[in-house]
């Protein structure tokens, strides 16, 4: 089975940067990041394949950059010029399609990001 393991979040103010990391264990095709503010649906941030093809959500590109490790086993969301409607819990999320894994959807617990104005 695959475990993911966050790290990273916090607080800061708008126009600051934070990094999250997530590191998985097991073998995985796609990695990425989803959000969930309070009150709304669990939204896709950025992934990343193996391939390194990446994949971004509207409201994010230009401000975030999702990148892996150079093993794959971990991937990083580097958040740039934050905004306080980026305040929401961030999740971990590894999809396995082939390979050695279960497939499907895995997450982490989620880590908090309060940006404030």
């Known amino acids: 089975q695959v475990q993911l393991v966050e790290s990273g979040g916090g607080l800061v103010q708008a126009g600051g940067s934070l990094r999250l990391s997530c590191t998985a264990s097991g073998s995985i095709n796609m990695m990425g990041w989803y959000r969930q503010a309070p009150g709304k649906q669990r939204e896709l941030v950025a992934t990343?394949?193996?391939?390194?093809?990446?994949n971004y959500a509207d409201a994010v590109k230009g401000r975030f950059t999702i990148s892996t490790s150079d093993t794959k086993s971990t991937v990083y969301l580097q958040m740039n010029s934050l905004k306080p409607e980026d305040t929401a819990v961030y999740y971990c999320n590894a999809r396995v399609w082939e390979g050695l894994s279960t497939p499907g959807d895995y997450w982490g617990r989620g880590t908090q990001v309060t940006v404030s104005s």
């Open positions: 990343i394949t193996h391939g390194w093809i990446t």
